[in-house]
């Protein structure tokens, strides 16, 4: 284990494992490759080693069977895959993407237009809690292991802070949506070091895990809740791994109340998986936005259909 991504072992691995994975998923869905219809890859953003090998394998075999193809965008897949278990989740609605390398807040106007809300100022939510969970000996991915830890214990024995989170914050101040972790991460390190000097860290890492994943469920509920407001929506669709956490759905749903609904994907549609980016395919395909052979991946992919600029400095399409 390296508590982590390794890129290059990343992209080796990829490429080992591709041909079986689709075998076996052919062979699960009962069709030959001969029998598919569209064909779509995520060309960015992502490790660029590992978004190429996809991405070459994808538009061979397509090339191969005469099947047109979609690049897309792996968060507009996060985004999407509401749509695949939750027929009520229909756009305007605000989106939480956060996933071990993104956190971000959208205004979904419609299906593929985007306003940009706000973003992490550092690191990515999910990475927040991985690199807690190395800091408090936990496994990698630190999120579930976080998660358990904090269920026996208490989030108010060690205090931590909420970076980014204060009154008198308004919406035209460019921090009133972003988030930022390296502060909670530093305060966690620091009380990890203090209680360790006095040889205490095995009894206090779930109490430990529980004031990191309250601190970090704050600030990202706060966040969320807020442009909830900003925008009028009711409707608040979470995606990426981080959606899984409990704390995180049940702080929101608390908080929400009776003013506004939360839809949160099952965990397999959470975290990464092939069928929300087939969701997107289907969408852009339906538009005619199919990609050549000349396609590439970006490991800067920008996502598509983003409005121009920030959203607070422009007009509010009521949701
Ligand atoms: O979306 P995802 O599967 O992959 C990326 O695109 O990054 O997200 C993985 C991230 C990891 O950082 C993992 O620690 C986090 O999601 N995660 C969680 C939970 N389950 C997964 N974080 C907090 N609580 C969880 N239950
Ligand atoms: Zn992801």
């Not at 193809?69 to 509401?82: Q, W």
Request: hydrophobic residues 45%; glycine residues 10%; neutral net charge.
């Amino acid at each position: 284990m390296f508590g982590g991504v390794v890129p290059e072992l990343a992209s080796r691995a990829h490429l080992a494992a591709l041909d079986a994975v689709v075998r076996a998923a052919l062979d699960e869905a009962r069709v030959d490759l001969r029998d598919i219809a569209l064909f779509a890859a995520t060309g960015g953003p992502g490790l660029i080693g590992a978004l190429l090998v996809g991405l070459t394998w994808t538009k061979s075999a397509a090339w191969a069977v005469g099947r047109p193809m979609v690049g897309v965008h792996h968060l507009e897949g996060h985004i999407f895959a509401i749509r695949l278990t939750e027929p009520r989740a229909i756009p305007p609605f605000v989106a939480l993407l956060v996933s071990g390398g993104h956190t971000l807040l959208l205004h979904v106007a419609a299906w593929g237009t985007y306003r940009w809300l706000g973003g992490t100022r550092d690191d990515a939510a999910g990475e927040a809690f991985d690199k807690a969970a190395k800091l408090l000996g936990l496994d990698y991915p630190g999120g579930p292991a976080i998660e358990r830890a904090a269920s026996e214990g208490d989030p108010a024995r060690h205090p931590l802070p909420r970076p980014m989170l204060h009154g008198g914050q308004r919406p035209d101040d460019p921090a009133y949506f972003d988030v930022s972790f390296s502060g909670l991460k530093t305060a966690l390190r620091n009380r990890v070091t203090e209680v360790e000097a006095k040889g205490r860290l095995g009894d206090e890492v779930r109490h430990l895990a529980a004031s990191f994943q309250a601190a970090a469920v704050e600030v990202l509920a706060a966040k969320a809740l807020r442009a909830m407001e900003y925008t009028d929506c009711r409707r608040l669709v979470l995606g990426g791994g981080v959606a899984n956490n409990a704390a995180l759905r049940d702080v929101l749903r608390e908080r929400m109340g009776e003013r506004g609904e939360l839809f949160a994907p099952p965990p397999r549609l959470a975290t990464d998986n092939a069928a929300m980016i087939a969701a997107v395919a289907r969408f852009r395909a339906d538009r005619g936005e199919y990609a050549g052979l000349d396609l590439s991946a970006r490991a800067d992919l920008p996502l598509p259909g983003l409005m121009d600029g920030e959203y607070p400095k422009h007009g509010l399409s009521a949701c």
